[in-house]
């Protein structure tokens, strides 16, 4: 590999040809993919004698390369503060036609689910939206022919890239960077699916995907983690069902559904008279197909993912789920705390 001292150069050359904050952002994040990023792929090919050493390096490389660009930034922002001479006067007016705000209910659950998962400890993050094909499908053992990596059903960049189809994509790549004894995460964030939007449907939404990966974990587990979710977000008298499924990445794979909320499981409109609400996709990772990819061995995987706006429209009755996007303050007061 190039030497350290080499990269730093590299990099302070690439910074003297910066304008403005915005080129140097650009700057540092085309090193961290070009030249860093590469590193920590060449890490998990070193000997053990090796790792330490070799990983020590590329953690002085970030720190160095961060303290450059981040002085590189200041600078731009010192002189941006210079330039600009801002006169101090107040552009409020008096009112009596103030009414309280409402957090949107896609906020509220979000808020919600995650806190959930922060009290089991779990790892919260949001990952990349563009996402690469290795990690959209090739990681999740979804093959060549599956549907969902046509044009027509998800969007690609000129470059060969995607928008992030779904978050167990986001928690691919994790797997593939961390090689802890036990990984737990919950990605949030937006999809994107090349749908035609109507009440039910609409080409970018939120997900939550959590993984929990270590020695000896099961179904039980699994079960154990969504129950209390279920309970958590619905109520404790909620019950659910798991019923066989397939998925590319899980095997076994389940359906997972609640009790209705609205008819306590005794059959109304909402749950079409059956008394259960779909609610999320779960499973067992593959190890074969799945974890293998991200090089874990001996460990066993649990994984779900659920759409957020789902949540919300059967938590609170919506049946459209375009009014969590229309900024409608009639129907957002209704969230008034």
Not at 132 to 147: A, C, G, V, W
Request: aromatic share 10%; charged share 25%.
């Amino acid at each position: 590999m190039e030497s350290k001292n080499v990269l730093i150069d590299e990099l302070k050359n690439l910074l003297k040809n910066a304008k403005n904050e915005t080129q140097a952002i650009e700057i540092k994040n085309i090193f961290n993919k070009t030249k860093l990023n590469p590193l920590y792929a060449k890490l998990k090919e070193k000997a053990d004698k090796e790792k330490n050493i070799f990983g020590k390096l590329i953690n002085e490389i970030k720190i160095e390369s961060n303290e450059i660009i981040e002085q590189k930034i200041n600078y731009f922002k010192s002189l941006e503060e210079k330039n600009n001479h801002i006169v101090n006067y107040d552009i409020s007016i008096n009112t009596t036609n103030l009414e309280k705000g409402a957090l949107n209910p896609i906020s509220l659950v979000i808020q919600d689910i995650l806190g959930y998962f922060e009290s089991l400890n779990f790892t919260i993050q949001s990952g990349e939206e563009v996402m690469s094909i290795k990690y959209n499908f090739d990681n999740l053992n979804i093959p060549l022919t599956h549907p969902t990596r046509e044009a027509s059903e998800t969007f690609y960049t000129d470059d060969g890239w995607s928008l992030r189809t779904q978050n167990t994509a986001s928690s691919a790549q994790f797997m593939d960077n961390n090689q802890d004894e036990e990984i737990k995460v919950a990605n949030f964030g937006y999809v994107y699916r090349n749908d035609e939007d109507d009440a039910t449907h609409s080409h970018q939404f939120n997900q939550v995907d959590f993984i929990w990966i270590k020695k000896g974990i099961n179904v039980k587990n699994l079960k154990w983690v969504i129950n209390g979710f279920v309970k958590h977000l619905f109520g404790e008298a909620t019950k659910t069902r798991f019923r066989l499924s397939n998925f590319p990445f899980t095997e076994p794979s389940f359906e997972v559904d609640a009790s209705c909320p609205f008819c306590d499981g005794k059959g109304c409109n909402k749950c079409k008279q059956s008394g259960w609400i779909e609610l999320l996709g779960a499973g067992i990772f593959r190890e074969k197909e799945v974890l293998s990819m991200a090089k874990i061995k001996n460990k066993t995987g649990i994984a779900a993912g659920m759409g957020i706006e789902r949540m919300a429209m059967i938590k609170y009755g919506i049946s459209d789920i375009r009014d969590l996007y229309n900024n409608n303050f009639k129907f957002l007061k209704q969230f008034v705390e």
